[in-house]
């Protein structure tokens, strides 16, 4: 591993700037590489583009520094090391297809006979809360549905990691982060007093080996059709939960069954703890 991380951190550093700024603490140099990159790259990106490219450099070095810690005891396995740099690529495969710069033009899509230009607001403002709240700078909270079908592509089969007795899992990719969104089947089965008492217990939850709950959607619509000849408001009802996407495994073996077995995995835990 000392030896790979070695190599990664001289190809993206550059053999000049490597012995320039070789005397730097790790965080300097990744700040100080990142920077030089920055700037080269402003010739061919701009923008969340450009933003992004930083980000995945700044963590392939982060990545690359783990690899030469002194403690070899300390430094990542190789199967560590792929979990890592296939969780950059998840997040590079969403800005090749141009998801940032297309924010706009997705969120139109999505608002069809509305305010377009209200919700490209809203959307871009509830993107803002949901990586706060990744970040731990903000606590879970209630997530409009236009924005989970967003950073999910309307939960597109090629986004989908898993299903269970309660739902389905997709990864949602923010500019600097993936996380778990899992949408649950049946909803009429669900009450809302059960569904809100569940996320309560959730929000109230902070253990280690608990999946971090990052926030929650109620979503209830009514749409007119047309039924034996006569036109009935038919309700539409979303439910979902969001998690830490954990890269080392499916969220389907955590989250399986109906409802209450998220409240179950909770009481086992601090029952053993």
């Known amino acids: 591993m000392f030896s790979l991380g070695a190599v990664i951190i001289i190809i993206l550093t550059g053999r000049a700037d490597y012995i320039r700024i070789s005397n730097r603490s790790s965080q300097e140099f990744i700040d100080l ?6 700037k080269r790259l402003q010739q061919t990106f701009s923008g969340s583009p450009l933003e992004l490219c930083c980000h995945q450099l700044k963590k392939c070095m982060e990545v690359a520094f ?15 090391v792929i979990y890592a740099l296939n969780e950059i690529d998840d997040t590079i495969d969403w ?15 999505l608002s069809v ?5 209200h919700r490209i ?7 803002k809360v949901l990586e706060c709240i990744v970040d731990g700078r903000e606590d879970p909270s209630n997530l409009k549905l236009p924005l989970l079908e967003l950073i999910t592509k309307k939960f597109a089969n090629e986004l989908r990691i898993g299903n269970g007795g309660c739902g389905e899992v997709y990864k949602g990719v923010l500019q600097n982060k993936v996380i778990a ?10 009450e809302d007093k059960m569904f809100h008492q569940e996320v309560q217990s959730l929000i109230m939850v902070k253990h280690q080996n608990m999946v971090r709950f990052l ?3 109620l979503h209830t619509e009514e749409k007119a059709m047309k039924m034996e000849g006569k036109i009935i408001m038919a309700q539409i009802r979303e439910r979902l939960l969001c998690f830490d996407y954990m890269s080392k495994g499916s969220l389907e073996n955590h989250l399986t069954g109906n409802l209450y077995c998220l409240i179950s995995i909770y009481i086992i ?5």
């Open 95 to 109: 800005m090749e297809d141009g998801l940032w710069d297309k924010v706009e033009q997705r969120v139109v899509e």
């Open 33 to 38: 590489t990142v920077k030089n990159w920055s």
């Open 66 to 80: 783990r690899c030469v810690e002194e403690d070899r005891h300390e430094r990542p396995g190789i199967v560590d």
């Open 113 to 117: 006979g509305e305010d377009s230009t």
């Open 121 to 127: 607001d809203d959307i871009n403002i509830e993107l």
């Open 269 to 273: 835990h601090c029952c053993a703890s």
């Open 181 to 190: 969104v899992k949408k649950l089947h049946s909803s009429h089965t669900i």
């Open 215 to 217: 926030g929650y959607c």
